[in-house]
Each structure stands twice: as structure tokens, then as C-alpha cells.
């Protein structure tokens, strides 16, 4: 499902699954809605890009590359989700900022991985047993990162 051209999108109650490519596509300054969902078996389940903007909530994304790509000044809020065994990274920041809320990303390669200037806010959330790093940022990063009440594993130093 693709949004652009400052397009309004609002999908809840459904279950994506085995999508080749993205599951939910926003772009050019598109604004979109995502709860009480399922993304299972795609390359990507959401993706932002260009000034986009998404919110998903109660959202469960399992088994593909990438959970959140959050591209160019855009923007993703995530809350009570679960985001699971991406081959890549569970949210991925691209010069894109985030805010987690009561979300648990676990079983990926990386749990959070950001290059580029990025900024994310995450309060009450589970970043765990990931294959590597919790939190991987490219050595061009300029990342803000802050937050409240998380549950990182292992401890970022």
C-alpha cells in the first residue's frame, strides 16, 4: 500500500503478509495511520520517506529485512508494538527521526541502526536479544538519542 503527494492513509485491523517489497509506502509529505495490525514475511513492513509521517500502534511486525525505514526528514512514532526477526535491523534512521514508546524490538540482526542525522526518542521500550548491537550508528551519525524507562540489552555504554 503506497502513499504520496501529501495523501491521508489509515489502515487497522489487517494482516500483511509475505510482501515482496514494502508493506506500507509513504512519501512526498504523506501522512498515515497503522494499528492493531500484522506485517509478516516482506522485505520491509513500513517505510517513510521524503517528509512522510506514520504512527503505528499495536502493531506486530515479524520475519523480512527491515521493520521501520525511516527515510530523509521524515518521521515514524512506534508504540505498543513488537517488532521481530528482520534480517537487518528492527528500525533502521536515515537522516529520519523516531519516537518509541512501550515497544519491544528483539530478534534482529540490530535492534535500532541509524546513520546520517537522526533523532530518537524512546521511553518504556525493550531492545534485546538481537544478534549484534542493540544500537548500531554508522560512524557518520549525528544521532540524538533520549529516553526514559528502557530495557536495553546488552547496556549501551
Request: hydrophobic share 35%.
Amino acid at each position: 500500500i503506497a502513499g504520496g503527494k501529501e495523501s491521508n492513509l489509515h489502515i487497522s485491523g489487517t494482516h500483511f503478509f509475505n510482501i515482496p517489497k514494502i508493506g506500507v509506502s509513504l512519501i512526498d509529505r504523506s501522512q498515515g495511520t497503522i494499528e492493531h495490525s500484522t506485517c509478516e514475511r516482506m522485505d520491509t513492513a513500513m517505510g517513510v520517506n521524503f517528509g512522510a509521517r506514520i504512527q503505528a500502534t499495536d502493531v506486530h511486525v515479524s520475519i523480512g529485512r527491515l521493520g521501520v525505514d525511516v527515510g530523509a526528514e521524515s518521521f515514524a512514532s512506534i508504540s505498543n508494538s513488537e517488532i521481530s526477526n528482520q534480517k537487518g535491523a528492527g528500525v533502521v534512521l536515515e537522516s529520519g527521526s523516531a519516537r518509541i514508546e512501550h515497544t519491544k524490538i528483539t530478534h534482529n540482526t540490530y535492534g535500532i541502526a541509524a546513520n546520517g542525522k537522526s533523532d530518537l526518542i524512546m521511553n518504556n521500550s525493550q531492545v534485546s536479544d538481537n544478534l549484534r548491537e542493540p544500537f548500531h550508528w554508522e560512524k557518520t551519525a549525528n544521532v540524538h538519542f533520549t529516553g526514559a524507562g528502557n530495557n536495553v540489552n546488552p547496556p549501551v555504554k
